[in-house]
């Protein structure tokens, strides 16, 4: 596609509620990352993919986060039992390139979660 | 680990005028990335402006310039004749260059309101 996709927009979850979250990034793009921006903040690093293999997920703030990207384009973030502390914008950027080389990525327009 | 301080939570600036948003960071390297993103309320971030960390141009697109001050570790963007579409929340982000890293370190914004 032309841009980033991230469905659903928004999804309100009760707590302790299952919930998945989809990205399908720019067709060719190499690498993909999982973003999670709070109320307020800037975004913070999850979790990368280079094709289907997650190389970083150094910030995944818990077990209960968990994401994939088995054929090397569309990523699922899923994120078991939430919290009201998961409530956020989850962003999902692309790149063709792999992650090193600096150049600014492609992000999607994110996915509210508010959990109740 | 890298910080990015960004310490003007809100901004006004009148249409046609020029504002500046600041930005300072911390880190130990040398090399790296520093880059400006725009987020509108459809929160897709989109990046404004990018410099590398050993050029010690600074990096002009359009009406939005930077003012790198690779010694003091800031890095503030000039947005001139500013426009009612510039009205967003902007960040300042690095990144280290090459390695296991390239993952985007965000300040925490700053909310930029252009008058008409």
């Known amino acids: 596609g032309a841009g980033v996709s991230q469905s659903p927009r928004y999804k309100v979850a009760k707590r302790g509620q299952d919930v998945a979250l989809r990205c399908d990034p720019i067709s060719g793009h190499v690498s993909l990352f999982w973003y999670q921006q709070a109320l307020g903040q800037g975004p913070e690093f999850l979790t990368y993919f280079q094709n289907e293999a997650q190389l970083d997920k150094s910030g995944l703030p818990s077990d209960r986060f968990f994401a994939e990207r088995p054929e090397g384009s569309v990523s699922t973030l899923k994120i078991q039992r939430t919290q009201q502390e998961d409530s956020a914008v989850y962003l999902c950027a692309s790149s063709l390139a792999g992650r090193t080389l600096g150049y600014g990525y492609t992000f999607g327009s994110g996915t509210r979660l508010t959990v109740v | 680990a890298q910080t990015v301080t960004q310490s003007q939570p809100e901004m006004s600036v009148q249409e046609a005028e020029t504002v500046t948003l600041s930005c300072t960071y911390d880190?130990?390297?040398?090399?790296?990335?520093l880059f400006w993103y725009k987020q509108p309320p459809s929160r897709q971030m989109i990046l404004v402006i990018r410099?590398?960390?050993?050029?010690?141009q600074n990096a002009t697109e359009n009406r939005f310039s930077v003012n790198f001050q690779k010694a003091a570790k800031s890095f503030s963007l000039k947005i001139s004749d500013s426009q009612l579409g510039d009205a967003a929340m902007y960040f300042c982000a690095f990144m280290n260059y090459g390695g296991s890293q390239g993952n985007l370190i965000f300040g925490k914004g700053t909310k930029l309101s252009v008058k008409p």
């Open positions: 880190t130990s390297e040398s090399d790296y990335y």
């Open positions: 410099q590398e960390a050993y050029k010690q």
